[in-house]
Structures are given as structure tokens and as C-alpha cells.
């Protein structure tokens, strides 16, 4: 017995030792002040550091807090579903300024939130709104300018004229988006080219959600097959499925292109194949709504924010230079508005 | 439990019956608590602010206590499930389906029945019809697998896994295909929202904490009243202690399994219609995940004793909704409260190594879980 009151009280010593250091940057506690600008970012059920959108969004409010847009930002990661509505009070009734909620799964609880707490501003991420609710911007990507992007790409870059993209299920929109943006772009490069490119879009819809984004060996197959008719390139989008659809192609020494963020980096095995990836950038949307909500200048309703493509990495030397002025010349078209996709918001 | 000794009073005994069998699961949790608070030093987080942000998130304000009320909720039902199979001798680990066959049934039921009669249904009749469709699904999903193992022997555990895997992907299935919310910005696998008059209201306004809390503590109490004053009860206990003693004193042992079985299964259920009718107003995949796994560990921690249950249920869901808190104060990952139940369990299950720390000495009295294998 006597051992472990010594084991105790020098674990309390030493916690306190450890508690008592820190202050002087304005903490979590502060927020209810007027002068401290507080963000809050509550995950869907996952975490920060998930690789996907939940991280990139957290570093969209890290970039916010680095500018000088924000003096305490903090996470909490969703652990059960049920406590959505929960986790957006913990930093409403603190005084946040800013509550960043991520997915379309907290759409509901982040716009009954917007009624109770009427001073704080809310951007939700992926979430689109039919109606316009006070107090929320939605936080949404133009995918189908990604999917344009890369398609085009595939189309100009593929000798066989055959290319190839492994989705997940087409029930979300932003997958159907990037899907049909893939089809668009290969048909616009076609037009510039005068080629004729055959497009293979499948979509992983025949399972669950809880499979759709996390079945690479279906989208390994599925990547496969499209390749012994002759693909030459495969745009994997999708998670999970996608991604292994990416590393088939690598494997089998054709092209892979990524989804939502630079995959060049997660993908190592595929890396010195991927040509490019469709991107959503999260991280600098986030961060810009956050400054606008700063300056009081963020209004209600959907926001869009950018897509794009990742540079060629590996294959750089691979892509002749009239390839990328037309993916420059693309880009800015989407950006200004004088390139359309044609790709309705959902599926019809 | 009958202390030979007539002297002290009923109240004293009883009150000393509690304390000897809570002395070990208590130290246990403390133990746990420093064992967590090192780790949290290790990792270079402050234990103390950490463990005040658990208190503040789960006891802390009236909305900290609703909300770990309603995480009890589901809980108590689960564990009492779980609990009451170990007193038969069973076990069930098959309460994760039997609650989402449950919610799936009671949701199915909220939304479409207004819609197959074409009028509204007064609450008086439509919620009762939505908690006891829930319930008895959830008892014809474990009764099947009490009558598997009454009458060919097929062990209980393996069959409530696989009855599992059965209720989860039948209710992906069901909830992506025909029972699907149908309205065009949907995309989510759900069913639509149930009517007003199949949900339970909540007790206060302005907080989420609803009558199925009530409702909960309720029956743990009815099944303490079960197991320990009437028959079936005795009947169920002999059974879990000693099959082949019961059949010689005369109990219908196949017919005591297929029971016990099916009234764990009800109250699984019932934890999966109290989620749906109570607090998410439908179902959704992904949804009440998890419970029915967490719902054994509580009924061991309580000793499968029904207010052992209601104690368990009431830390877990403690250390559930604090958890948020937590974070919030220290941005420390949720993953540690796992890690703490997970000690706390370990420390149960394993309790010689609290009997030995705190020097406690065995009174050779165990608790039956199952009779193994084979039984």
C-alpha cells in the first residue's frame, strides 16, 4: 500500500507541474470575448488527420489561423453520429466565431445549429442547400471542372484512344460530378484534337455505402478490364476503390490519375505513373471563407469554391508542351467562366 | 447472497452486499483512471485538465447530464440484454443485431404506417405499435438462435455473430433500396423521418433527454423483479448455473433457453426502437454502431446485476459524451476513452491483478458468465 501512495502523489505532482505551464496566447476560454476570433471545426464521423477531406478542411483553418484570421482554433472529431448536434454546441455555446462543419452528414444539425446560435457563422463543407439558410455558406467544389481537366488530359495524352475512370457510387453527386466531367473533358480535348477517344466511366453503385469507397480490389479488377480493351489511362475517383484502381493502372505501366487532393504523395507505389489529379482545393476554400467571414463579408447559400489538377510530377517530360498550354488554356476557361462542362449539379 | 448470520438489519446486509460486490469493479476504474492519466502525461497531454473537461462534458450542466443520459439510454437496454443471457448461462453477443433489426422495424413502422392506413394514428396507438413491433423483432432474432441451440445444439455464440452479419447487411440493404428516403436532395441510406405520433417526448424542453431514460431504469428494475421473485426467473437462473440440474428438478430446459434468448433479443431491441423513436427520429446506416459490443462490456463490468447494468451504462455513456469536452479543453484524441474503458474492462475481467494491488482477499465466490463451450 505504501508504494503505490508514493506512486500517487508523485503523479499528481507531476501533473500539476506539467498543468501549470502555458498561457499568455488567448485559449478556448477567451472566445466569448468580442475582441478573440474563434474557429471551430467539427468533423464528420472520422478524424484530422484522415488523409481526405476532414484533414484538408482542418488545414484550411490551421492556413486561416497562420494569415492572422483567427486567434484560437480548435477540432473535435465525431465519434457516433448521434452527437453531430452535440459537438457544434460544445464551440456555440463557448462563443466561437466560426463553427466549420465537414460533410454532407452534418448538413441538418449545422443548419438547426444556424437557428440557435444566431451570432455565429457556420460554412459547411460539401453541404448544399436547396434553400438558403441565415447563418450558413456552403462550402462546395465545381468536381465536374476536375473530372473536365483530367479528362481532357487522359484524352490528349492516350496513344490508344481508350481511357478509363473507376468511380465510387454515383448516388453522391460530387463522384457522379467528377464522373461525367471526366466524359465532357475527354469530348472537349477530342474536338481541339480531332481524335476520337472512347470514354469508359463505371461507376462502384451495385453495394452499400459502407463499401462504395472502400473496395479497392473491385476497383484493381474493374481498372483491369477496362485495360484489356485497350485503356491506357484511369482516373480513379473514389477512396479507397479508386485508389486501387490508380495502382493497377501503375502496375501495368499505364497512367493513373488521382482524386480530391495531389494523390502523388499517398500513392507512392503508383506515383511514378500518375499522371495527375482531379483536385478539390479544400484546404485554401476554407481558409478564404474564414477570412471573408473575419471581414464580415461571407454571405448566406452556396459558395463554390476551386478545382483543378496536380502537377505532372514523374511524367512531366512525358507531357509535350502543347499538352500542358491546352491544360493552362482549359483551366483558365473553367475558371473565367468561357469553358462549360454542361454537368448538372445532380444526376437527372 | 443469504448471509447465515442473523444479526445487523435486511438494510444493512444488503447495503454490504453492494459494497463487497462493487469494491472490485470501483477499484478498478480508478486504477484505470491513473493508468490513463500516465499515458495522457506520456503522450504530453495535462491529465488533469483532461479528466475535468470528462466531468464538465458529462456532469457538468443540465445539457451535459441530458446528453449522457440519452447515451445511457441505448445502453441500459443493451447491457441488461447482454446480462440477462449470462444469467441463463448465454451469451449474447448478437445484441448488435438485434438492436438494428429493432430500429429498423420501429422506424419502418413510424414512417409507413400513416402511409398503408392513408390517415394519421393517434400517438396512444402508433407509438405502442412502434416500441412493441421493435421489440418483439428483435426477440424473434434471438429466439432463432435460443431454438438453434435448444434443439440441435448449435452454440450461441457463433449463431448470434452470424445473425449479426445477417440484421446488418439486410438493414444496408433495406435502408439503400426500398425503405430509402425518397426526397431529392437525399442521398444518405435512411429511412424518411417518423411521424410526430411514433416519437417519444422528450421530459424537458429545450433538452434532448426523452422518456425512454424513464423508461430504461424502469426495466432494469422490472428485470431485477424477474430474476429474483418469480419462477421463470428462478427458473432462468437454475438453468445458467446448471442445466442438468435444473432438467432433473423438473425445468423444461429447451424451453427456458429459447426464452431467455428471446427476451434478451427484446431488449436489444428495444435499445434500437428507444435510438430510433426517441432521439434520431429514423434510422440510418451507421447509426447506433458499435452498442451492442459496448453493451457486453457493460454487462460485465455490472456483474450482469441489473443495477450493476444501470451503473456501467451510466460511466459509459459518461465517458462517451464527455469525451467531447475533452477534446475540446485539450485536443486529445476521443480514441483514449476507448483506451480507458478498455483498462477498466481489463481490470474486471482480470481482477486479481486489482485483488492483488489492493490487497483484497477472494471469498471464492464467482459470477457465472457462461457454461463455455459445448454447455
Known sequence: ?348 | MQSEKQSGSLTRQILQSISEASLVPFLAILTAVIVGGIVILFVGGDPILAYRGLLQGSFGSTKALSETAIWATPYIFAGLAVALAFKGGLFNIGAEGQLAVGAVVSALIGYALPEWLGFDVPAIIHLPLVVVFGVIMGGVWAGIVGALKAYTGGHEVINTIMMNYIALNTTSFLLNGVMKDRSPTNVIARTPLIADSARIPPIFEGLRVHWGFVLALLTAFFIWWLLTKTTLGFQIRTVGLNPDAAKYAGINVKRIVILTMALSGMLAGLAGVIEVSGLNYRHELGFSIGYGYDAIAIALLGKSHPLGVVLAAILFAAMRNGATRMQFLTQMPVDLISMLQAFILLFVAADAIIRYIYRIKSKGERVVLTRGWGG
Open chain 1, 1 to 348: 500500500m505504501k508504494k503505490l501512495y508514493v506512486f500517487m502523489a508523485l503523479l499528481v505532482v507531476a501533473s500539476m507541474a506539467l498543468s501549470a505551464c502555458g498561457g499568455g496566447a488567448p485559449t478556448a476560454e477567451d472566445c466569448s470575448k468580442e475582441d478573440v476570433f474563434c474557429v471551430g471545426l467539427v468533423t464528420d464521423v472520422g478524424k484530422v488527420n484522415d488523409k481526405s477531406f476532414n484533414q484538408s478542411a482542418w488545414e484550411g483553418v490551421q492556413q486561416a489561423q497562420a494569415e492572422g484570421n483567427a486567434d484560437v482554433v480548435q477540432f473535435i472529431e465525431t465519434a457516433d453520429a448521434k452527437d453531430y448536434a452535440k459537438n457544434i454546441a460544445q464551440f456555440g455555446d463557448a462563443g466561437y466565431d466560426v463553427i466549420v462543419t465537414v460533410g454532407f452528414g452534418l448538413g441538418e444539425a449545422t443548419n438547426a445549429a444556424a437557428a440557435t446560435y444566431p451570432n455565429v457563422r457556420f460554412i459547411g463543407v460539401d453541404q448544399f442547400n436547396a434553400e438558403t439558410v441565415a447563418g450558413v455558406s456552403g462550402l462546395n467544389f465545381p468536381e465536374d471542372n476536375a473530372g473536365f481537366l483530367v479528362g481532357a488530359l487522359a484524352a490528349a495524352m492516350s496513344e490508344s484512344h481508350k481511357i478509363g475512370a473507376v468511380c465510387g457510387t454515383d448516388v453522391v453527386p460530387p463522384v457522379w460530378r467528377f464522373g461525367e466531367g471526366y466524359k465532357a473533358g475527354a469530348a472537349y480535348a477530342d474536338g481541339m484534337n480531332g481524335t476520337t477517344t472512347e470514354v469508359f466511366v463505371v461507376y462502384h453503385s451495385d453495394v452499400g455505402f459502407d463499401k462504395t469507397f472502400t473496395d479497392p480490389e473491385w476497383g484493381a479488377t474493374t481498372a483491369k478490364s477496362m485495360m484489356d480493351q485497350g485503356a491506357d489511362a484511369i482516373f480513379g475517383c473514389g477512396g479507397l476503390t479508386g485508389n486501387g484502381a490508380v495502382s493497377a493502372a501503375a502496375q501495368a505501366g499505364k497512367y493513373g490519375i488521382g482524386v480530391d487532393k495531389d494523390q502523388y504523395f499517398e500513392l507512392t507505389d503508383a506515383a511514378p505513373r500518375m499522371l495527375s489529379s482531379a483536385i478539390k482545393l479544400i484546404t485554401p476554400g476554407v481558409a478564404k471563407l474564414i477570412a471573408a467571414a473575419k471581414a464580415g463579408t461571407l454571405e448566406d447559400g452556396n459558395v463554390f469554391g476551386d478545382a483543378g489538377y496536380a502537377p505532372y510530377h514523374d511524367l512531366d517530360s512525358s507531357v509535350p508542351d502543347e499538352g500542358k498550354k491546352m491544360m493552362e488554356e482549359l483551366n483558365k476557361g473553367l475558371l473565367d467562366g468561357s469553358i462549360k462542362t454542361n454537368v448538372p449539379p445532380v444526376k437527372p
